[in-house]
């Protein structure tokens, strides 16, 4: 199946690649998102740490308390990293301002208190490390679940992937992608690819999503028909999702290719009806 379908040539694998929703970030996994205290789901209720991430840099928001239990506000407003994204680092403030329940007249004003790091082990995991006029804090944090995704719909895309094994890796291309989500986690999605003669080949994902934060995964199998029938499974990792379209990596292995295939599943979100 996928290899027949490596036959089409680069054109059309270039169409494909524009289809594909482009992510919030190139740097790195995009890591903005509300993250808690606790691995590998956060399991520490009342504190949190919000990241948003442009590029190298995350600008961080933490809402702590403090030794009396009154909230305190903390904020690193240029977190970077030099290392691809595994570890990001900047002094911390604390920041006082205004009462909000009059009119703003007057600028908020922020104290260096001490410095921050986050060391990420993945894309949903980390330790974070700061530091308050002396007092040291580690803590172990992931992403905080709010609401999964719904990617139901149909989208023009596929996946573009290849074997890890060979002289000659295999290059999968999709045209015409189809989602069915059931719930909050079930999925099935439909794939045809295309030729000039019309639809070449049908694959079939079927699988389970797991929401981390704004991000996730989808695992299942898939079964091809139309050519050499073809069976596997799959995952796809650093899930985006948006109101343009999801993408995610991935990863996936078949009769064809047992050895196991690396690259992207994704598809621009379609103006037709599903």
């Known amino acids: 199946m996928f290899k027949s379908i490596a036959r089409f040539g680069a054109a059309f694998i270039a169409a494909i690649g524009l289809s594909l929703p482009a992510a919030a970030t190139t740097y790195s996994p995009d890591y903005s998102d509300l993250w808690g205290g606790g691995q590998p789901l956060p399991t520490e209720q009342g504190w949190g740490l919000n990241l948003i991430q442009h590029g190298n840099n995350l600008f961080a928001t933490m809402?702590?308390?403090?030794?009396?239990?009154s909230p305190r506000w903390f904020s690193a407003?240029?977190?970077?990293?030099?290392?691809?994204?595994?570890t990001w680092t900047g002094t911390l403030a604390q920041t006082t301002g205004p009462y909000y329940g009059v009119p703003w007249n007057a600028n908020a004003t922020g104290q260096v208190v001490g410095n921050m790091t986050i060391t990420f082990s993945d894309a949903n995991t980390g330790q974070l490390s700061y530091s308050v006029n002396g007092v040291a804090v580690n803590k172990a944090i992931s992403r905080f679940t709010f609401?999964?995704?719904n990617i139901d719909?149909?989208?023009?895309?596929?996946?573009?992937?290849?074997?890890n094994s060979g002289?000659?890796?295999?290059?999968?291309?999709?045209?015409t992608l189809r989602v069915t989500q059931t719930g909050d986690t079930g999925l099935?999605?439909?794939?045809d690819f295309y030729n000039g003669q019309g639809v070449a080949s049908v694959c079939?994902?079927?699988?389970?999503?797991?929401?981390?934060?704004?991000?996730?995964?989808?695992?299942?199998?898939?079964?091809?028909?139309?050519?050499?029938?073809?069976v596997g499974t799959f995952n796809i990792t650093n899930l985006e999702t948006s109101i343009n379209g999801f993408n995610g990596t991935l990863t996936a292995s078949d009769n064809f290719c047992t050895s196991g295939m690396t690259g992207r599943f994704g598809g621009l979100k379609d103006t037709l009806p599903k």
């Open 63 to 69: 809402f702590v308390y403090g030794a009396d239990n």
């Open 77 to 86: 407003s240029n977190l970077a990293s030099s290392n691809g994204g595994v």
């Open 147 to 149: 609401k999964g995704p």
């Open 153 to 163: 719909g149909r989208y023009l895309g596929g996946a573009v992937a290849t074997c």
């Open 167 to 175: 002289p000659n890796p295999d290059i999968l291309i999709y045209d």
């Open 188 to 191: 099935s999605m439909r794939v």
């Open 204 to 230: 079939i994902y079927n699988g389970t999503m797991t929401p981390t934060g704004r991000s996730g995964k989808i695992s299942g199998t898939y079964s091809c028909s139309g050519g050499a029938t073809n």
